[in-house]
C-alpha cells in the first residue's frame, strides 16, 4: 500500500541551528499537509501544499513540495526551544479518494 | 467553541474489559476519523466517517468497532481490550469536500489508553 516515509526520526539541534524534515511518497500525493505535535499534545496543522513544486514559508518555518510531488521538506531556520515537538507530513495518493497517511513523524529537540 | 472533545483523558483497563472512547465535534464537518499512536509508529488510521451513517476500515481496525448515528459523535469501541491495545487513541474531524483528505484534520486532546 502507500508509504509515506519520514527522515530522521530523532534530531537533536543546539537553539540557533537550522533543522530540516523529509518527507518521502512512493506514489505521486494530490497534496502534503504538515503537523506539529508539542510533547504531550496532539498534532496540530501547520500547512497545506497542493502545487507541484510549491514553496511557502510561516516566518521561519519552509515549506516545499517536490516537482514530481512524492516528496516534500520542513526547514526550521535558527530554531528556538519553542520548536520542539514532533513534525509530521501526511499525504493523499494523487487521484483516489483515499485518507490520509502520515509519516512516522520526526522529533525535534533543542539544546538552549 | 470546542472543537473536538475526547473523553475520558486517561484510562486503564483489564484484559478483556470493553470501553467506548468518546469523541465529539461541533465544528459540523463531516469527516471524522481515529488514529492510534505508538512510540515509533506515527499516527495510524483505525477507522474514519464521510458522514453520518457512514463508517470504514482504515490501516488498523481489528479489535475496535465505531458508529455514526449523527454527524457531531463518532465512538470507538474497544470489545475485548488486550495490552497490544495500549496506545494514545486521537479522534479527528475535517471538513468534505470532493476528496476528502484534503481538509486540515482538526484532532482532539486524545485519550491514553492502558490495557493490563
Known amino acids: 500500500g502507500q508509504q509515506v516515509m519520514q527522515i530522521p526520526q530523532y534530531q537533536h539541534v543546539q537553539e540557533g541551528e537550522d533543522f530540516t524534515t523529509y518527507c518521502n511518497s512512493s506514489t505521486t500525493l494530490s497534496n502534503i499537509q504538515w503537523y506539529k505535535q508539542r510533547p504531550g499534545g496532539h498534532p496540530v496543522f501547520l500547512i497545506q501544499l497542493v502545487k507541484s513544486g510549491e514553496v511557502k514559508k510561516q516566518k521561519r518555518l519552509t515549506f516545499q513540495f517536490g516537482e514530481a510531488k512524492k516528496n516534500s521538506s520542513l526547514h526550521i531556520t535558527a530554531t528556538q526551544t519553542t520548536d520542539v515537538g514532533t513534525y509530521f507530513c501526511a499525504g493523499c495518493r494523487e487521484g483516489s479518494q483515499g485518507n490520509l497517511i502520515f509519516g512516522k513523524g520526526t522529533k525535534l529537540s533543542v539544546k538552549p | 467553541n470546542a472543537g473536538v472533545t475526547q473523553t475520558p483523558k486517561f484510562q486503564v483497563l483489564k484484559t478483556g474489559q470493553s470501553m467506548t472512547l468518546q469523541c465529539a465535534q461541533d465544528?459540523?464537518?463531516?469527516?471524522m476519523s481515529w488514529y492510534r499512536q505508538d512510540p515509533g509508529m506515527g499516527l495510524r488510521l483505525i477507522h474514519y466517517?464521510?458522514?453520518?451513517?457512514?463508517?470504514d476500515q482504515g490501516e488498523v481496525p481489528n479489535g475496535y468497532n465505531v458508529s455514526r448515528s449523527t454527524t457531531e459523535d463518532f465512538p470507538l469501541r474497544l470489545l475485548s481490550a488486550a495490552p497490544s491495545q495500549t496506545s494514545v487513541y486521537f479522534c479527528?474531524?475535517?471538513?468534505?469536500?470532493?476528496?476528502?483528505?484534503?481538509?486540515?484534520?482538526?484532532f482532539g486532546d486524545g485519550t491514553r489508553l492502558s490495557i493490563l
Open positions: 465544528m459540523n464537518h463531516e469527516y
Open positions: 479527528a474531524s475535517s471538513q468534505r469536500t470532493g476528496t476528502y483528505s484534503n481538509q486540515p484534520q482538526h
Open positions: 466517517s464521510v458522514g453520518a451513517g457512514i463508517t
